[in-house]
């Protein structure tokens, strides 16, 4: 949510970010014309990474603002088979496949038809009950054809299908979901579940069974999706969980707070702009020496997948990885 008061002005969001190069000066004139609710530049040519979020200093969420005006606006020339797509999120067949009562309960969102075949299998999913489908759909995805609205409107029937599961804990495979969830308290809804990242079921997991760990002792370069803008509480879980498996998350100048966004929409809509920025992406990981891409975000495999591997890095969605060290799978060579 925009806080229009935490906001001092200072144009760090829009200095810092990525896909625009403007000076303070400009940067603040954007932000001042939007809280005027003008039609201001970035409305246009914002990509919805999310990161202005992250970069503000003071917690005032100028993407917030910014999204309630592409929405208002109509400003990003998102493709009409892109919308359809997005609306088609809910229409996706659902399933509940009931395991283990005692276990959390993992749920998929849309996400199975976008991962890796063996992503999820072996020990710490055994016996999880899963939940996938348009039933389970978070919304969060429409920040990226810049609107807002859908979220709240449908943040409470998220929240109920998945306490519909019936499990005390849910653990959320996308990111998005956890970001959605993250919004709750925005919303005013409360959580009858725990609900719990990926990357921290993973950690605990991994980190109750150490003897089942072979430390990997590979470079990886991390393609930080943009809903960890909303879970920032997670990387220094993420990096224990590297950790923990042996693996380096190389430092690179696109992870972190600077990571890119994968590209995989507006390098469709913006190509000139998008491309090679995806490309700087990949070389940057090349050049940083890691040995694979690893993702938490199975879309942004999608997009980034084959040129990675195209130039020598391997792509690995995060489950992947983390059963590679539980020796369930071989890194790829
Ligand atoms: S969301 Fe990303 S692209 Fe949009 S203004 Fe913020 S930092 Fe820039
Ligand atoms: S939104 Fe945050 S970073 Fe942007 S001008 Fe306001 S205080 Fe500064």
Known sequence: MWNKEKCNLCGDCLVKCLYVNYDREKAIQQIEELMEGKPAEILSECVTCCACNEYCPTGANPFDLINHFQE???SLPIPDKVKRFMDAGVEVPSSLERGDDSKPALSLCVMDPFLPKDAIGGQMFDNMTIAKGGDYFCYLGYVHIGMD?????NAKRFVDALASIGSKEVVLLHADCHAM???MPEYGIELPFKAIHIVEYMKEYV???RGNVR?????????????SRYSTEIEPVLDELFELIGVERVERKYDRESAQCCGGLFSRIYPDR????????IRDGIEAGADAMVFLCPLCMGALAKP??????????ITQ??????GELAFPV
Do not use: T, W
């Open 72 to 74: 208002v606006y109509g």
């Open 149 to 153: 609205s859908p979220l709240k409107a």
């Open 181 to 183: 969830i993250s919004k």
């Open 207 to 209: 980190q109750e069974h």
């Open 215 to 227: 430390p990997l002792g590979r470079k990886i370069a991390y393609q930080r999706p943009c809903a």
């Open 274 to 281: 998008i491309k090679p920025m995806m490309e700087a992406n």
């Open 308 to 317: 990675a591997s195209d130039n020598g890095l391997k792509p690995i969605f």
């Open 321 to 326: 990885l983390v059963r590679m060290a539980l």
